[in-house]
């Protein structure tokens, strides 16, 4: 009974003595990594911009008798991705889509509700929705100046900014908003 123990005993330690792991002392972590199956867990990062819910909401009056009021808030539900690659590390960056709840008002009545978001702007122009979808909204603005021919604004302008996250290309959109509440698109490439 005293031997059966000990001779048990010394049959552990020789299996666990070889278990320390000299197999692995001349591989890279990476190949370690790819032998176990957990490569893709380590060598992958993914951030998401912005990080959390993001909203702004601006109210603002002009002089003409519009109230342009607009809520810019992040969509947590949409993004797109863009992928960097380097040796050891895959960076996946994904875009947070944004939509503007614009609501204008024309002598305290309300004649214009949309959301506006690339969907839109793809919908008013077919040919921007390869463009559109690797750009991010930069920034929402209301225009206060006045059209060159007159000295009067007779309509509410609102700008839109895209910004290609790659390259340096920009897509701009004034939605102009008359009186009656219709709406006339244009757009400028930078």
Do not use: W
Not at 36 to 54: A, H, M, Q, V
Not at 129 to 152: F, G, H, K, R
Request: charged share 30%.
């Amino acid at each position: 009974m005293k031997y059966r123990s000990l001779i048990f005993l010394i049959g552990c330690t020789i299996i666990f003595a070889g278990c320390d792991g000299r197999n692995r002392l001349h591989k890279t972590p990476k190949e370690v990594l790819q032998e176990s199956k957990l490569l893709d867990s380590f060598s992958e990062n993914t951030n998401y911009i912005p990080e959390e819910y993001t909203e702004i909401e601006t109210d603002t009056i002009l002089n003409n008798g519009f109230r342009v009021h607009i809520k810019t808030f992040s969509d947590m539900e949409n993004s797109f991705l863009e992928l960097t690659e380097t040796e050891s590390v895959n960076e996946k960056t994904r875009f947070r889509e944004f939509k503007s709840d614009v609501t204008v008002f024309k002598d305290d009545a309300e004649i214009f509700h949309k959301t506006i978001d690339k969907a839109f702007f793809a919908n008013q122009n077919e040919s921007h929705e390869l463009d559109l979808n690797l750009m991010t909204l930069l920034m929402v603005d209301v225009n206060q100046l006045p059209d060159a021919s007159s000295n009067q604004l007779e309509e509410a302008q609102i700008e839109f900014y895209y910004l290609h996250t790659k390259r340096d290309y920009k897509l701009q959109y004034l939605l102009r908003i008359q009186p009656n509440g219709e709406f006339i698109l244009s757009n400028f490439e930078n």
